[in-house]
């Protein structure tokens, strides 16, 4: 797989912005910040989900998830200790935001079975407080059969 | 992919028929591997070999990880 210059900045946008402010650039950030058209920054966002390096919103050009990043909220929040909030898009891809951010965080979570909450955080590069599975319902070779389900 | 307090909590739940339930400590370490590639400015999605051998390298070796 080859990406073009386009697509390579305009992937690496949706990630620059999901880290440092939480949430996911609108195409007409991205377009403006990297001198883009619309209609550029859109079809790059098109090919990047349709290469799977990229979730969009149903009938749109803006993202959805730019694992691990969400940019919907979901059940599990990521909460740095420098103030940066990140919405996770599964149990997995909570404990892994903050080792690509760099920072230590907690993670904000309920267990789906009893409810209750757990105490979890990562810090100085290990997992620290409740113990947990993640569940995961189907192989990697179908993770984006059914993205949402996953 | 939910997290779960323990395998118990997640046979309860029965959200999937046949699950695979890796520790939260594992899944840490996979996700270090599997996501270091994310915020580079050339991205090139892992191959095939490559997938494979992260789940490898972190004690992933089932069929389930290899199907």
């Known amino acids: 797989m080859t990406l073009t210059d386009v697509e390579q900045r305009a992937r690496h946008h949706v990630y620059r912005t999901f880290l440092d402010t939480g949430r996911a650039p609108t195409v007409a950030e991205s377009a403006e910040q990297l001198g883009l058209t619309h209609q550029e920054v859109a079809a790059a966002r098109q090919r990047l989900a349709d290469l799977h390096a990229l979730a969009l919103q149903t009938r749109s050009a803006e993202v959805w998830m730019a694992h691990p990043f969400s940019a919907v909220p979901t059940g599990y929040r990521v909460v740095a200790e420098d103030g940066r909030r990140w919405w996770a898009n599964c149990g997995w891809d909570a404990v892994a935001i903050p080792t690509i951010a760099g920072v230590d965080a907690a993670i904000e979570a309920v267990c789906p079975d009893c409810g209750r909450p757990f105490e979890l955080a990562v810090q100085d590069g290990a997992v620290r407080g409740d113990e947990g599975v993640v569940q995961f319902c189907v192989p990697p070779s179908r993770f984006w059969d059914d993205i949402g389900f996953t | ?67």
Do not use: I
């Not at chain 2, 959200?15 to 991205?43: I, M, T």
């Not at chain 2, 191959?47 to 992933?60: I, P, R, S």
């Open chain 2, 1 to 67: 992919m939910q997290l779960f307090r323990s395998e118990e909590h997640a046979a309860a739940h029965g959200a999937c028929p046949s699950p695979e339930l890796v520790p939260v400590r594992q899944a840490f370490e996979l996700g270090k591997v599997w996501y270091a590639n994310r915020l580079d400015e050339e991205y090139q999605p892992w191959t095939l070999a490559e997938a494979g051998a992260h789940f490898t390298a972190v004690g992933l070796t089932g069929a389930f990880w290899s199907s």
